[in-house]
């Protein structure tokens, strides 16, 4: 398999006043496509400060991240836009929904940001729904559905335009462990059935335990795989 991201010594450090503090110290590591990768570490490691750089979220202060044959390291604040949009879905812990849309209309803004006309396809939004057991919700807004199926939807709205990767910080950190299970067996359904990559930052050993290869990160570094 081919790798669809890597990183060489990413570094990341944040001005505090006159201070400059380390989150990174020079990650490498290798992503095939296909995998589903765990990231894990104790609080201040710098696994959100490496998600949110995976994600082009924020610029790296050295080092490289190819993210599907695309430098984002080496590219303008409009193109790591631009890749984003085209290339990565993103799960968050608290789900991060429009409240006013219904499940679809979340999904249909998920395109319109994607494409730029928001012309996807009715069919392709409720297969997807249907996939993560949410054909009964399409038309529900999310203070109508539980926790899990919030979570679900913001699910179902990082795959709807089928991204290179899944970045999920912390996807079930909200949940209780039934809903968490829930969420946890969609992310291997999707990894197992169509092959999607899939990484994810949690603190939960169980958690960790569905994905297929666990990074334990400490002090800015990786320390073991």
Same mark, same amino acid.
Request: hydrophobic share 30%; with cysteine.
């Given at each position: 398999m081919d790798n669809i991201l890597s990183t060489e010594d990413l570094a990341k450090s944040y001005k505090i006043g006159k201070l400059e503090v380390p989150a990174l110290r020079g990650v490498s590591l290798e992503v095939k496509k296909g995998e589903f990768v765990a990231i894990?570490?104790?609080?201040?490691?710098? /696994?959100?400060?490496?998600?949110?750089?995976?994600? !082009?979220?924020?610029?790296?202060?050295?080092?490289?991240?190819?993210?599907?044959?695309?430098?984002?390291?080496?590219?303008?604040?409009? /193109?790591?836009?631009?890749?984003?949009?085209?290339?990565? !879905?993103?799960?968050?812990?608290?789900? $991060?929904l429009f409240p006013t849309l219904t499940a679809e209309g979340n999904l249909k803004l998920a395109e319109k940001i994607h494409s730029g006309n928001g012309r996807g396809?009715?069919?392709n939004?409720?297969?997807?729904?249907?996939?993560?057991?949410?054909?009964? /919700?399409?038309?529900?807004?999310p203070l109508e559905m539980s926790g899990g199926e919030q979570q679900r939807v913001a699910l179902a709205r990082a795959v709807v335009n089928s991204p290179a990767i899944i970045l999920a910080d912390e996807?079930?950190? $909200?949940?209780?462990?039934e809903n968490s299970q829930i969420v946890l067996d969609m992310f291997r359904e999707l990894n197992e059935k169509f092959n999607q990559t899939i990484i994810m930052i949690t603190h939960n050993p169980e958690a960790a335990a569905v994905c297929s290869r666990t990074i334990r990160m400490r002090d800015g570094h990786v320390v073991e795989e």
């Open positions: 894990m570490g104790p609080s201040g490691c710098g /696994k959100s400060t490496l998600l949110h750089l995976l994600g !082009g979220l924020l610029s790296p202060t050295s080092g490289s991240i190819i993210i599907d044959g695309e430098d984002l390291s080496k590219v303008s604040d409009a /193109k790591r836009t631009d890749i984003r949009r085209r290339k990565i !879905g993103f799960v968050f812990q608290r789900f $991060n396809s009715s069919d939004r409720r297969e997807v729904l249907r996939l993560l057991r949410l054909e009964d /919700k399409m038309h529900h807004k996807p079930t950190g $909200n949940l209780d462990t």
